[in-house]
């Protein structure tokens, strides 16, 4: 799509804390444990993003527990895709516009 691109699949684990709730105080009694799949489809050149990714996989917040499933695109991607979708648009629509007006 857009050069050098690499695919990552594999397992993964996070865990997270000291979440805030409100902006007064945090609480150090909240933790995310997160375990499962994900694969990325990144672009590895001089400058690294993911292109899209995906996530599958259970999550413990504070005890209570989840399963999850999680999509993911880069700005960049939804940049590009929308400025080629406009382009073609304004390409049609110019050249509709260029078959109706009559010929010098």
Known sequence: MLGTE???FGPFTSVNYL???NWNSFDVDNYIFAAGI???LVRDE???FRIVGSEIGYRNISGKHNFYFNVNV???VLGYITGYSLGAWYDRESSARASKTPGY
């Open 6 to 8: 690499e695919a990552i």
């Open 19 to 21: 979440s805030v709730d």
């Open 38 to 40: 994900r694969f990325l």
């Open 46 to 48: 001089n400058y690294p």
């Open 74 to 76: 880069d700005i960049i």
